[in-house]
């Protein structure tokens, strides 16, 4: 175990479910991220979260909806998604947002197969 | 643009033999981290080099910096098969305050 404890590990939903995926860290860590990684493509960087607070939100479509309650609690609602958005999603957190010292420290993911 | 390329995108190698990944990047950096991934699973960080640094050791990890040419490589010596995943470059630009990751080389080792 990491530190970062991402659940459910795998999801399958149609396109017309609600879903949300949750992400817990108690490493005392002030920034939480989440991340999509699809074959073949970089990892690409959905949200940011420091301090509770939303920081970044790169052209994530509407249908992808943050929360991050407190510290430590980070989730992506799903709603309405395609196909096209299968992939693996990872949490990440860190101490600072450049992850200086001991890097970001990500979850296990959890694999979505939207159907 | 992504900031981080890795190079080569695949390596095959024997057990014992050293692989080396490449690394490069196109805007300024505070730091330059490398991860790696066993498949399906999510990133762990190995190691991170500063900006003023040129190499940086740890255990059979040996990473290389030159900002000058804007790229860093990871040597693994000794490789082992349990040394096979993904390995990640990723670079924060300057006045971004985010990490952004290559695609990754993919990185076999055979018993």
């Known amino acids: 175990e990491t530190g970062v404890t991402q659940t459910p590990r795998h999801l399958v939903m149609g396109m017309t479910n609600k879903k949300s995926l949750k992400c817990e860290q108690h490493?005392?860590?002030?920034?939480m991220y989440w991340y999509k990684q699809s074959a073949k493509k970089p990892l690409e960087l959905m949200f940011v979260?420091?301090?509770?607070?939303?920081?970044e939100n790169n052209s994530v479509p509407s249908r992808f909806s943050p929360e991050c309650p407190n510290s430590s609690h980070l989730f992506l609602h799903l709603h309405t998604l395609q196909p096209e958005d299968s992939a693996l999603y990872l949490c990440?957190?860190?101490?600072?947002?450049?992850?200086?010292?001991?890097?970001?420290?990500f979850g296990s993911g959890t694999r979505l197969t939207v159907v | 643009s992504q900031q981080g390329e890795e190079d080569p995108q695949a390596l095959s190698i024997q057990e014992g033999e050293n692989a080396t990944m490449n690394c490069s990047y196109k805007?300024?950096?505070?730091?330059l981290q490398w991860y790696r991934q066993n498949s399906g699973r999510g990133l762990v960080h190995l190691i991170l080099?500063?900006?003023?640094?040129r190499e940086k050791h740890s255990g059979r990890l040996r990473v290389t910096l030159d900002t000058s040419k804007k790229s860093s490589s990871l040597l693994i010596t000794a490789s082992r098969a349990a040394d096979t995943a993904s390995y990640f470059c990723?670079?924060?630009?300057?006045?971004?305050?985010?990490?952004?990751f290559g695609t990754g080389t993919r990185l076999q080792v055979f018993p």
């Open positions: 990723a670079t924060d630009a300057h006045n971004t305050d985010k990490l952004i």
């Open positions: 490493l005392g860590h002030n920034a």
């Open positions: 979260y420091s301090l509770e607070e939303r920081v």
């Open positions: 080099i500063r900006s003023n640094e």
């Open positions: 805007t300024s950096i505070n730091n």
């Open positions: 990440a957190s860190s101490q600072d947002r450049i992850g200086t010292g001991r890097g970001y420290t």
